[in-house]
């Protein structure tokens, strides 16, 4: 198979983790005899410096050319207090909104090895596994009014929270495909009891379960499910949300995880006439610049996204399945870095990439 992807390193450790990602996938289309055609653009803080925007037209055109997108973290401190237009997240938004990718599906599985890992009790955490489904181009991220307005004392600032009924629909639906194909149990998140865009989703949600009779549908308040995650995590298998809901919720399941490091995420939308899912990957994390060049940065959520690429975007199962019993068996190892406790001296972040790479065969 002909594998065109774009690699946008993005900032900080994104440039490490994302080449490790990068050699992985190497291997795999080299073990599996697929053609790897790849491209690189600029996007967040390093596309700010070298173009003045976050995402240049030019990473717009080679995403939307790319059969899928690898993507690093993305963010500098030096931009901590520029306008939300002028920072390099604006360059995240605006490529999920190019690709039209609306499901942001981020997997929370905890390794047997990792177990420790977890600041949680053991007995709690064991057995976690479950998909995060979060809603990625609406809700309060994208709506309008939006901003600040007026001089102090009397400034203002707003923002909009906005759903429609075909945006709640179709990531209702992709979760309910999801489960269907696991252990049939979606818990759809709201704040119904405050807001009307949770009545809203709500409404939909209840109405869609009724086209997937097998699978059993929870409502759960987003308060409630935070407390759930970490008293009771075995209880989910898929969970659905809105969109600042699940940021909050996916990056809470790094604590099950062990690190925040070890979760990966894909971004889906439509389907190319191949049949193959738009798809744009990236670990979960963000861009760290304490550690950046350090050679320290855990690279397994961003080779975990690898592993979803083959699937969603290629319908490649063997090879994702390859490249997951790889990162397990480097887990089992132990020869892993810092942020996962490992018995000796942690690998740095290109050991722990050649060691999946060995690993795969």
Known sequence: MQLNILV????????????????????????YNHTLNLSEGLLG????????????????????D????????????????AP?????????????????????????????????????KNHLVEGTDMIIVRELTGGIYYGTPRGITGEAPNEHAVNTMAYSRHEIDRIARMA???ASK??????????????????????????????????????????NCAMQLVLNPRRFDVVVTENMFGDILSDEGAVLAGSIGMLPSASIGGKRPSGAWVGLYEPVHGSAPDIAGQNKANPLGAIGSVAAMLEYSFGLMEEAAAVNRAME???????????????????????VGQSVCEAIG
Request: hydrophobic share 40%; aromatic share 4%.
């Open 8 to 31: 946008l390193p993005g900032d900080g450790i994104g440039t490490e983790v994302t080449r490790e990602a990068v050699r992985v996938l190497t291997r795999v289309a080299t073990r």
């Open 45 to 64: 803080g390093v596309a700010i410096h070298k173009t003045g925007q976050a995402m240049p037209d030019e990473t717009a055109r080679l995403a939307q």
């Open 66 to 81: 790319a059969d899928a997108t690898l993507m690093g973290a993305v963010g500098l401190p030096e931009f901590d207090n």
């Open 84 to 120: 939300p237009a002028q920072r390099p997240e604006r360059g995240l938004l605006g490529i999920r909104a190019i690709l039209g990718v609306y499901a942001n599906l981020r997997p929370v599985r905890t390794y047997k090895a990792l177990i420790d890992s977890s600041p949680l």
């Open 176 to 178: 309910f495909e999801l």
């Open 182 to 223: 696991r252990r049939k149990k979606v818990s759809s998140v709201d704040k119904s009891n405050v807001l009307e865009t949770s009545q809203l989703w709500r409404k939909v949600v209840t109405e869609v379960a009724a086209d997937y009779p097998t699978v059993e549908l929870e409502h759960i308040l987003v308060d």
């Open 329 to 351: 068996a480097v887990l089992n190892s132990g020869r892993v870095t810092a942020d996962l406790k490992p018995p000796g001296a942690p690998a740095t972040t290109e050991q």
